[in-house]
T-cell receptor, first 117, second 110 residues
Framework: GAVVSQHPSWVICKSGTSVKIECRSL??????MFWYRQFPKQSLMLMAT?????????EQGVEKDKFLINHASLTLSTLTVTSAHPEDSSFYIC?????????????FGDGTRLSIL | AQRVTQPEKLLSVFKGAPVELKCNYS??????LFWYVQYSRQRLQLLLR??SRESIKGFTADLNKGETSFHLKKPFAQEEDSAMYYC????????????FGTGTLLAVQP
């Protein structure tokens, strides 16, 4: 149980285009979803937290206009990288929790490798 | 500010040897800590959490508030334990946000 599906797994696009990444909880309702970014050989860095039906909360230094997050349902959150540039190339990972309690684990997707040419 | 430190980037041991993956944290509140594992070509998955005080795949971790540590231990390493291990701390009150350490790559040699 507690499977999180992330799509696409790999995307290559030209500089200036926008890219949408989907994160779905397949067998549970996700109260909260998280978006992370991981650079090569580095740890996961939290970008934002989204709760269903409300605006995402972004971490310091993350541009909310660059990384648009929508969490319209209890099973789907999307991250849109707008007007992507080569420096946005990275590995993006989503996770989801069933409740907001702090002792509940996050369930992770497989990640999306984004390459901007 | 909250912080998670995993001092070793790589830990190489022989099969059957004991393993200890170190994790130290800095947090002003009551800590909630997890160990996550990522096997080759797989997603990050929960290994264990301190509140459960459980043993998963032979691994245990004890929270030591005096030393602000949450080291992961296993008495006898197996080759299938080879993976990337991340220690993570919950912060931000009820938001359930996690801060991760930089990870330790465990390589178990035959």
């Amino acid at each position: 149980g507690a499977v999180v599906s992330q799509h696409p797994s790999w995307v290559i696009c030209k500089s200036g285009t926008s890219v949408k990444i989907e994160c779905r909880s397949l067998d549970f309702q996700a109260t909260t979803m998280f978006w992370y970014r991981q650079f090569p050989k580095q740890s996961l860095m939290l970008m934002a937290t989204s709760n269903e039906g409300s605006k995402a909360t972004y971490e310091q230094g993350v541009e909310k206009d660059k990384f648009l997050i929508n969490h319209a349902s209890l099973t789907l959150s999307t991250l849109t990288v707008t007007s992507a540039h080569p420096e946005d190339s990275s590995f993006y990972i989503c996770s989801a929790t069933q409740t907001a309690y702090s002792n509940q684990p996050q369930h992770f997707g497989d990640g999306t490798r984004l390459s901007i040419l | 500010a909250q912080r998670v430190t995993q001092p070793e980037k790589l830990l190489s041991v022989f099969k059957g040897a004991p393993v200890e993956l170190k994790c130290n944290y800095s947090y002003s509140g009551s800590p909630e800590l997890f160990w996550y594992v990522q096997y080759s070509r797989q997603r990050l998955q929960l290994l264990l959490r301190h509140i459960s005080r459980e043993s998963i795949k032979g691994f245990t971790a004890d929270l030591n508030k005096g030393e602000t540590s949450f080291h992961l231990k296993k008495p006898f390493a197996q080759e299938e334990d080879s993976a990337m291990y991340y220690c993570a701390l919950v912060y931000g009150g009820a938001t359930n946000k996690l801060i991760f350490g930089t990870g330790t790559l465990l390589a178990v040699q035959p």
